[in-house]
């Protein structure tokens, strides 16, 4: 067996003479093992939340939209557009009409986004999944909102009777005195409200593109085309072949792009919690300072007599530093047994419930295993820092005193 760990393991177990050294160990055992559950448990929950977040943005966005660079709308039928449909990868194509108006309820009204939508958006972001109240149906008069909408309106889909009045100005010109000949009206029906979040639910009403258009005062244009591609395309290659075939007249954006302040902000979010924890772990580990300390004074006299021996300074360090080591591993073993288990619990029995209004009845968890590699890497580097401290220095103070 090997000497340093045989002593070091006999040291860790052993009963010392001064029961406060006992104390330390078992605190500083209990001082990293809670920093490592809380790392698990934290960034377990903070994946859950980010991949809720963004399934909820993918509910809504292509994996891929292509706008005009110059302008508002452009013409589907073109050459360049049409020739999109044979690349290999698409799944769907969605032609869009997009713009904004004034929706009108008794005397309740408010500004919002129209969003006009071909048959294939349905397909495409399993829209219908993120209905709230009444059904997803864009047929005729009928459109989808958003809850926030219908909450500013008072309205909803068990309106039956009355209608919502959707104004959107005119193209072009109007010299007419009365500003009622300066705006289209399109008169529909709630078949359903949404609820994705804030940013959404109280800006966006989803309707039948024809309807879309002939609100907005436009004909065959689209202000964008978003596609959906098959789950075994290759997304940056089907980008960059889009690219090629458009030009620079067009501009292509994938998922991340359309939403780029979102994912910079879930990753700075999730860098900062793990950097937080990580400090608070830090100051836990200070203990293991205090223990090897402890250890390495109260054992002096076997310093000395494993000096007599024939060991060197190097061998007696690897024993204190690997009884440091044994302590952060020790810790660092039961936070991750403890972390899991309580992501498990809430997993299964879902025990931290979310607020109402939400889509998910109870916090998300999601583990990576990425994220457990990287935390029992910087456990343990954190351990093995907090235990060469004391064994270089109060080792060099009792081992040169002999020499």
């Known amino acids: 067996m090997n000497l340093p760990f045989f002593i070091a393991r006999r040291y860790l177990i052993s009963k010392k003479s001064h ?23 934290v960034l377990s929950a903070f994946n859950g939340l980010s991949d809720l977040v963004q399934s909820l943005y993918n509910s809504f966005d292509p994996d891929i939209a292509i706008t005009i660079k110059q302008g508002k709308t452009f013409d589907p039928d073109s050459f360049e557009i049409q020739s999109l449909k044979k690349v290999n990868g698409i799944a769907y194509y969605n032609e869009v009409m997009q713009g904004n108006a004034l929706l009108k309820f008794n005397d309740k009204q408010c500004i ?90 109280n800006n966006y009403v989803i309707m039948n593109i024809d309807n879309a258009r002939k609100l907005l005062d436009y004909k065959n244009e689209v202000t964008s085309i978003e596609l959906k591609l098959k789950p075994d395309a290759d997304r940056e290659k089907v980008q960059q072949q889009l690219i090629s075939i458009l030009g620079n007249k067009f501009v292509v954006k994938n998922r991340e792009e359309q939403n780029a302040m979102l994912y910079k902000t879930l990753k700075s979010e999730k860098l900062w ?23 390495i004074i109260e054992k002096k006299k076997d310093i000395t007599i494993l000096n007599n021996m024939g060991a060197d300074v190097t061998l007696i360090r690897r024993i204190f530093l690997l009884e440091g080591l044994m302590i952060t591993l020790l810790g660092a073993f039961l936070g991750l047994l403890l972390g899991l288990f309580v992501c498990w619990l809430q997993v299964q029995f879902k025990l931290v419930r979310m607020s109402e209004g939400w889509l998910v009845d109870a916090y998300p968890i999601k583990i990576h295993i990425g994220d457990i590699a990287l935390i029992i890497s910087i456990v ?5 820092a907090a235990a060469w401290y004391p064994v270089r220095f109060f080792t060099k103070k009792y081992l040169l005193r002999i020499a």
């Open 19 to 41: 029961n406060a050294i006992n104390i330390i160990s078992c605190v500083s055992v209990m001082g990293v093992c809670i920093g490592t559950m809380a790392l698990i448990i």
């Open 380 to 384: 343990l580097l954190i351990g093995f």
């Open 112 to 201: 919002a986004t129209i969003k006009g939508v071909g048959k294939e958006f349905k397909k495409m972001t399993s829209f219908d999944t993120l209905i709230h109240d009444g059904i997803y149906s864009l047929e005729k008069s009928n459109i989808v909102v958003g809850r926030g909408i219908c909450n500013i309106l008072q309205t909803g889909p068990k309106e039956l009777f009355t209608p919502i009045s959707i104004y959107a100005p005119k193209r072009g010109n109007n010299n007419s005195i009365n500003p009622e000949d300066g705006m289209n009206e399109l008169k529909v029906f709630v078949s359903g409200a949404f609820t994705i979040n804030d940013e959404f639910d």
């Open 273 to 295: 919690t793990f950097l937080i924890l990580i400090f608070i772990l830090i100051i836990a580990t200070f203990n293991v300072i205090g223990s090897l300390t402890m250890l």
